[in-house]
């Protein structure tokens, strides 16, 4: 025989309970407690070291008015006197420090707000409050902080540690800033120094920074600019526009830069976006790149999608099923690759595919090439050159498929069938002409064309 629980006493004890919450919740804020502010300040040499610690609370970093330092934390908190008492006590203890043999600053404030239960307006929470290497909890009815402002010199060392905080810098800092910072929002205007350190789960936005050296781990950085930097990042989006040398190892993310001369990028499944680079060194696995005006770029990639404007040289090593397209190109070298997909709008000077499976499709090949070097086993080209100039033409292939328009050029060698074929063709007077197409391989298929405007 089953048996049937009688649920509806359940429900019933569930709808009461909620009746009884409800009201409550417009009790929320509404108290007479007043609020309590404290200040606390500190003279201090040039250039001091201050180390920030702030947890779960809103944080203004404001300029200081010379070198004093000042901090002011107004907050709302509701209990026993006793233990009001002892939780303005505890703070005041920890929340400035200034130790002047080393001209250092502490300023902590580190309080963990647990609420633990609230009924028929009654409400009980428990602030624990952790400095000086000890730890303690007082027992309240309520507690919220205001506003929380601290005002720094711009000259300083400043490390900074943040936990589920956010924190706006409203000053410009000329110093080091050393940054451990976790779930946290960070805003910043400008920093001279160098920036380092490591942040997860957060966000970065700043104007303008200075040497970077950050390990990222699911954390959005945006800046306008920045000197020189390496990043580590992994689940993160970064984008910085102006940069003078960047080294970046991401994992699973995106990369956006806007003018970057040297870059050396390692990534796997990341995507990239660079508007201009003067040298760029790319070893990436299964990403995306979309690319603009770049110098010279060297790439060591697989399974790539790798869109671009212009480039002056493109080398790639050991590609493995890359789809590369550009605009325009000056020179294309890849050798030892395997599966790559080119497709090319112009190359100017000069083409060099050394690979296995490749596809190769140039829509425009300047009829003042320098050469045109084609090798390796099941080869696709479709080549279409411009105004051509004067070249030679010849190669060995067995198994060839060659669409030439054999009329055009003078035949000088031509010997062979189906199955192997070696030539030699001359297009134009060759005496004084440097360039040459050559096709070395196995089962290569070329359709080579001419234009003439």
């Known amino acids: 025989m089953k048996t049937r629980t009688n649920t509806s006493k359940y429900k019933w004890s569930f709808l009461l309970l909620l009746a009884l919450l409800i009201p409550s919740t417009s009790m929320l804020g509404q108290t007479d407690v007043q609020p309590v502010v404290i200040k606390q300040s500190a003279k201090v040499k040039a250039n001091p070291k201050v180390d920030v610690l702030v947890y779960d609370v809103p944080t203004d970093i404001l300029p200081a008015t010379g070198n004093e330092i000042k901090v002011e934390l107004e907050y709302y908190a509701d209990g026993k006197e006793e233990d009001l008492k002892k939780l303005r006590n505890s703070i005041e203890e920890n929340l400035l420090t200034y130790y002047q043999g080393d001209n250092s600053v502490d300023i902590t404030l580190n309080l963990h707000n647990y609420f633990e239960l609230e009924i028929m307006g009654m409400r009980w929470s428990r602030v624990t409050t952790k400095g000086s290497g000890k730890k303690e909890t007082i027992k309240l009815k309520e507690f919220k902080i205001k506003s929380y402002k601290i005002w720094l010199p711009a000259d300083m060392s400043l490390n900074l540690d943040a936990k589920y905080s956010r924190v706006n810098v409203n000053t410009n800092i000329n110093g080091p800033v050393n940054l451990k910072i976790y779930d946290s929002q960070l805003s910043t205007q400008s920093i001279a120094g160098d920036v380092e350190g490591e942040m997860k789960y957060s966000s970065?936005?700043?104007?303008?920074?200075?040497?970077?050296?950050?390990?990222?781990?699911?954390?959005?950085l945006k800046a306008e600019e920045s000197l020189k930097g390496t990043i580590d990042a992994k689940y993160s989006d970064i984008s910085i526009r102006n940069m003078q040398a960047l080294k970046f190892d991401g994992y699973e993310g995106n990369l956006y830069l806007s003018h970057v001369p040297m870059l050396d990028i390692t990534t796997k499944y990341t995507n990239l976006s660079i508007v201009s680079a003067h040298q760029l060194n790319l070893s990436?696995?299964?990403?995306?790149?979309?690319?603009?005006?770049?110098?010279?770029?060297?790439?060591?990639g697989k399974y790539l999608e790798l869109k671009g404007e212009e480039l002056k040289s493109l080398k790639m090593t050991d590609g493995y099923e890359?789809?590369?397209?550009?605009?325009?190109?000056?020179?294309?070298?890849?050798?030892?690759?395997k599966y790559n997909e080119f497709s090319i709008g112009e190359v100017t000077k000069q083409l060099i595919i050394d690979g296995?499976?490749?596809?190769?499709?140039?829509?425009?090949?300047?009829?003042?090439?320098?050469?045109?070097?084609?090798?390796?086993?099941y080869l696709e080209s479709d080549i279409t050159i411009y105004n051509p100039q004067a070249h030679t033409l010849s190669g060995s292939v067995q198994y060839p498929d060659l669409n030439v328009n054999e009329k055009a050029y003078t035949i000088r060698k031509k010997v062979g069938d189906s199955s192997k074929l070696e030539f030699e063709f001359e297009f134009g007077d060759v005496s004084q002409s440097k360039s040459k197409i050559t096709i070395n391989g196995y089962e290569c298929d070329v359709n080579l064309q001419h234009i003439t405007n």
């Open 204 to 220: 970065l936005k700043a104007h303008s920074l200075g040497n970077i050296y950050l390990e990222l781990y699911e954390t959005k």
């Open 284 to 300: 990436a696995y299964e990403g995306t790149s979309k690319l603009g005006k770049i110098d010279d770029l060297v790439i060591q």
């Open 322 to 337: 890359n789809e590369i397209t550009f605009d325009k190109i000056e020179s294309l070298i890849s050798t030892g690759g």
């Open 356 to 377: 296995y499976e490749e596809e190769v499709d140039i829509d425009k090949m300047q009829g003042n090439f320098e050469k045109i070097e084609l090798s390796g086993k």
